[in-house]
């Protein structure tokens, strides 16, 4: 009996964070046996991963033999933005149940996608169950080491200059590492009205009215939502002036949200003057797309605490939670 024919040439397109389509080229001989596809797929070995720590166990698919391209959706929890290495063999099910097999094809690498608009959708609509009421705030701000606005003052023209996100939140969310802003807050404390004294990233605060970062001249667009492990949850959004770069940017990856209508921030008209109101449930991070001069605002030290254990510097998210995942990764 002839050998089956190898797959070789294999190719994959159309990925997405959860699926992607699959083909490869294989000789005509004994082709007409090939009852069944099995295609193995691993996550790709981390150099730095822990040796000792329990690996994701193998995952074959066993596929009956379709016309190619095949797509693999849902056999597999695949995660987005993550690398993983593919092979595939041919095979012909005998009488008894068993697998005749090729040998396997060469190994190659491919990496999933970030969530699509169509997963921070899923994302947004369960952020909207938890934001709570909304409260009235007129301030931004973002808290620094004095050394940070005494290096803006010198090498930047006065003026605080975007930088690339980094990968704190959603593992697929399509702004880490890739987008750039400003972070900023406008939570207030509940009994005041006003921004808390206490901040986990720095003694310094710059604060800016509302209306100066935010108003008919920007866009709104909804970035992320996660936790840490922890009972309260953030939600990201972004701030970009109407054509700008960022604004463009976020267009194409993010849903954009009404200004003026939604769960998490607004800027309303009230008697000819903005207002400004921001969800009281969910901790809001705000990231705005231009560079932001420091005489727009005031810098002045806090008089509370430094707390480095509310920091979500390159925080992971929490897995496992159920209020801030959705069904196609993590």
Known sequence: ????????????????????????????????RITHYFIDLNKKENK???????????????????????????????????????????????????YVVSEWSEIIEFCTADYSKVHLTQLLEKADVI??????????????????????????????????????????????GKLEGIFFSCSTEFNTGKPPQDSPYGR???????????????????????????????????????GSPGDEFCKQRLPQLNSKDN????????????????AQDVILEVIYTDPVALSLGTVAEITGHQLMSLSTANAKKDPSCKTCNISVGR
């Not at 003026?159 to 939140?169: E, F």
């Not at 996660?226 to 939600?235: K, S």
């Open 263 to 278: 769960n998490f921030l607004t800027c309303t008209e009230e008697d000819g003057v903005l207002v400004y109101h921001h």
């Open 131 to 176: 934001a709570g009421r909304m409260l009235k705030f007129s301030v931004f701000y973002r808290n620094q080491h004095k050394e940070y606005f005494d290096y803006v003052r010198e090498h930047y023209g006065n003026a605080m200059q975007p930088s690339i996100k980094d990968n704190s939140g959603s593992h697929g969310s399509p702004i880490s």
């Open 48 to 98: 730095n991963s822990n040796k000792f720590k329990h690996k994701d166990v193998p995952t074959k698919l066993v596929a009956k033999a379709v016309p190619l391209p095949m797509t693999v959706r849902g056999h597999w929890f695949l995660s987005p933005r993550t690398e993983y290495t593919v092979a595939v063999q041919t095979a012909s099910k005998q009488v008894d149940g068993d």
């Open 204 to 242: 310094y605060r710059f604060e800016i009215a509302a209306e100066k970062l935010f108003n008919p001249n920007t866009n709104l667009y909804f970035g992320d939502f996660y936790c840490m492990y922890t009972a309260y949850h953030y939600v990201i959004l972004v701030i970009a002036p109407v």
């Open 1 to 32: 009996m002839e050998e089956l024919p190898v797959p070789h040439n294999i190719k994959i397109n159309n990925i997405t964070c959860d699926s992607f389509k699959i083909s490869w080229d294989m000789d005509s001989k004994s082709k007409d």
